[in-house]
């Protein structure tokens, strides 16, 4: 959809200077979501459940089932449209398109951080979706119908973040169990918070000794955790993450990358006219597998 009165070497600057930006920026979502690329208008995203533990051999095959987790995946179409004068064109034919095209790049990369830490601080509700079990994502009775072990879990706190509070929350992640009722083994190594809590967060992830205590006593969380904040969260919101396991807790469906979609040239408009550059892609953000993250406060 390029059109014809658009001179080649600006589409081609316009594509280059949009994939520099995008290959260049590194953003925090990256650590609490994984992406999923469609191939189709949707998908659903099937796991199979825990493999079955060791049983005792006792000479003929004992068959233990599997139970399905679904959820269906779509996508939401978004677009940056950006234009320059000929005028300034003619002025300065790099620069300035240079600028806006890098800017439209790197403002895909910024919105996909934004939706994702939007998502994770709405999981206490159903705003955004729900989990594949039916609860919210951040519940306190959740459980896997039909499975061998069906005894609800909670990945829900309201707890003002601090090194005792931090301790009570770890604890619980590390009690989740799977479908089988064998503990998950998860390692919740990331602490997610508003920047207002990072004087906490570095203290508690950093610190050797107990920051909020006057007997020096030994920080066990000090260097195996790390942290993170964004802006997008509530003030008082704040997870732990296990954020290098093979999944991450929220899927971004990406039907589309971002890309170059159209250009031409109305010469109707001020300075000698316009050219116009739309990009567009097609993402949304999704719950994953709850037990990957566990809310200490919304």
Same mark, same amino acid.
């Given at each position: 959809?390029?059109?014809?009165?658009?001179?080649? &070497?600006?589409?081609? +600057?316009?594509?280059?200077?949009?994939?520099?930006?995008?290959?260049?920026?590194?953003?925090?979502?990256?650590?609490?979501?994984?992406?999923?690329?469609?191939?189709?208008?949707? &998908?659903?995203?099937?796991?199979?459940?825990?493999?079955?533990?060791?049983?005792?051999?006792?000479?003929?095959?004992?068959?233990? =089932?599997?139970?399905?987790?679904?959820?269906?995946?779509?996508?939401?179409?978004?677009?940056?449209?950006?234009?320059?004068?000929?005028?300034?064109?003619?002025? =300065? /034919?790099?620069?300035?398109?240079?600028?806006?095209?890098?800017?439209?790049?790197?403002?895909?990369?910024? &919105?996909?951080?934004?939706?994702?830490?939007?998502?994770?601080?709405?999981?206490?509700?159903?705003?955004?979706?729900?989990? $594949?079990?039916?609860?919210?994502?951040?519940?306190?009775? &959740?459980?896997?119908?039909?499975?061998?072990?069906?005894?609800?879990?909670?990945?829900?706190?309201?707890?003002?973040?601090?090194?005792?509070?931090?301790?009570?929350? $770890?604890?619980?992640?590390? +009690?989740?169990?799977?479908?089988?009722?064998? $503990?998950?083994?998860?390692?919740?190594?990331?602490?997610?918070?508003?920047?207002?809590?990072?004087?906490?967060?570095?203290?508690?992830?950093?610190?050797?000794?107990?920051?909020?205590? +006057?007997?020096?006593?030994?920080?066990?969380?000090?260097?195996?955790?790390?942290?993170?904040?964004?802006?997008?969260?509530?003030?008082?919101?704040?997870?732990?993450?296990?954020?290098?396991?093979?999944?991450?807790?929220?899927?971004?469906?990406?039907? /589309? /990358?971002?890309?170059?979609?159209?250009?031409?040239?109305?010469?109707?408009?001020? /300075?000698?006219?316009?050219? $116009?550059?739309?990009? +567009?892609?097609?993402?949304?953000?999704?719950?994953?597998?709850?037990?990957?993250?566990?809310?200490?406060?919304?």
């Amino acid at each position: 959809m390029i059109g014809g009165n658009v001179p080649k &070497h600006l589409v081609s +600057g316009a594509r280059t200077g949009f994939l520099t930006a995008v290959s260049e920026v590194s953003m925090p979502w990256q650590r609490v979501a994984m992406t999923f690329n469609m191939t189709e208008r949707s &998908h659903d995203l099937v796991d199979l459940g825990a493999a079955p533990m060791p049983v005792e051999d006792k000479g003929g095959p004992q068959l233990q =089932d599997w139970i399905e987790k679904t959820i269906e995946v779509t996508s939401t179409p978004w677009e940056i449209t950006v234009w320059i004068s000929r005028y300034a064109m003619d002025d =300065d /034919q790099t620069g300035q398109l240079e600028s806006k095209v890098r800017g439209a790049g790197m403002n895909f990369q910024k &919105h996909l951080n934004k939706r994702v830490f939007t998502v994770l601080n709405g999981g206490d509700g159903s705003t955004y979706g729900e989990c $594949y079990d039916g609860s919210d994502f951040f519940d306190d009775d &959740h459980s896997d119908e039909g499975a061998e072990y069906t005894t609800s879990q909670d990945n829900e706190n309201a707890l003002t973040l601090s090194l005792d509070n931090f301790e009570t929350v $770890y604890v619980a992640s590390q +009690g989740f169990k799977d479908d089988r009722g064998e $503990y998950v083994g998860y390692n919740h190594d990331l602490l997610v918070c508003h920047p207002t809590n990072e004087r906490i967060a570095a203290n508690i992830t950093g610190n050797e000794w107990s920051y909020d205590g +006057g007997n020096r006593e030994r920080n066990p969380y000090e260097g195996k955790f790390g942290y993170i904040t964004s802006p997008h969260l509530d003030t008082t919101a704040w997870y732990l993450v296990a954020s290098s396991e093979s999944v991450k807790p929220l899927v971004v469906a990406m039907r /589309q /990358q971002p890309k170059l979609l159209a250009s031409w040239y109305d010469p109707e408009q001020p /300075q000698g006219g316009r050219y $116009y550059f739309k990009w +567009g892609a097609r993402y949304r953000v999704y719950y994953g597998y709850w037990p990957l993250a566990i809310q200490g406060n919304t």
